[in-house]
């Protein structure tokens, strides 16, 4: 019977027609729900995150203890994620990651602009921080840490990545409930629409006090050889060091140095093609 449906799957192609194993997707939904803040959580914590009942959500927890990518307090009964999961982290080709060729050029902007440079890419309905590095500026924004995520509504470099998807995923977003993280985000659909149209005409990205109050951003994107935008860089700071331009106001004065940084990049993954 295994063979049957072995030598049914066709070869070659994307697999995008094929079914979908709940079991994978349920565990890797498990994985996700520990993060930098939050690395030890209680069973009814992850079962709330990852949106599973409480029985399915400890077979799985079980079964990725036993498989060594999850462990347990024995004390506290919280989990939490092993060395394991940074062995496979290495296995990502080298020289080839989109963090890899980054390389240099995210600290090198940090520097000069003396802000906190952000590397991220859309990850289901998230935007996901791939990297992180801080300038010399006394206050560092801390609020993105590196594997974390944003709605697709707060934030520069969120609504950047929501302004280059493609229409229909971008209408599921605008359908859904947007949630708000200050008083300053966008959860208007009509406004959050005129706002990804505005980004997509001039090519970047301001977003003030809307992910944490005193904090702004700007990005740009990151393209592939084709053109098409796989990531959002931004720079970020105290909101008076990075203030919203007005009709009649130039640029920021941030943004020149921004945008040859994303054109190194996508330089970079135009000559060699990359891996997340």
Request: hydrophobic residues 45%.
């Amino acid at each position: 019977m295994a063979n049957g449906a072995t030598d049914r799957l066709p070869r070659g192609g994307s697999g995008e027609t094929l079914p979908r194993v709940r079991a994978v997707s349920r565990a890797i939904a498990i994985l996700r729900t520990f993060t930098p803040e939050q690395p030890y959580l209680a069973l009814g914590e992850v079962a709330g995150r990852a949106g599973l009942d409480a029985g399915t959500t400890r077979r799985l927890l079980v079964t990725l203890r036993d498989e060594g990518l999850i462990a347990q307090d024995s004390r506290t009964g919280r989990y939490a994620l092993t060395m394991a999961m940074l062995r496979l982290a290495r296995a990502v080709p080298e020289g080839r990651s989109l963090r890899d060729l980054a390389g240099d050029l995210l600290p090198g902007l940090a520097d000069t602009l003396g802000l906190t440079v952000f590397l991220s890419v859309v990850q289901g309905d998230e935007a996901l921080c791939l990297a992180r590095h801080h300038g010399a500026a006394p206050v560092q924004v801390r609020w993105w840490a590196v594997g974390g995520t944003l709605p697709l509504n707060c934030g520069a470099a969120p609504r950047l990545l929501l302004a280059h998807l493609d229409p229909a995923r971008q209408a599921a977003v605008l359908s859904a409930a947007l949630p708000a993280l200050t008083g300053n985000s966008l959860t208007d659909p009509g406004a959050l629409q005129d706002d990804i149209a505005a980004i997509r005409v001039r090519g970047w990205s301001f977003a003030r006090d809307d992910v944490a109050d005193g904090l702004s951003a700007l990005a740009a994107p990151v393209r592939d050889g084709e053109g098409r935008v796989v990531a959002a860089m931004s720079v970020a700071g105290l909101t008076a060091t990075l203030t919203r331009p007005g009709s009649d106001a130039p640029r920021p004065e941030a943004l020149a140095a921004l945008l040859d940084c994303c054109a190194e990049l996508s330089e970079r993954i135009a000559t060699t093609g990359f891996t997340m």
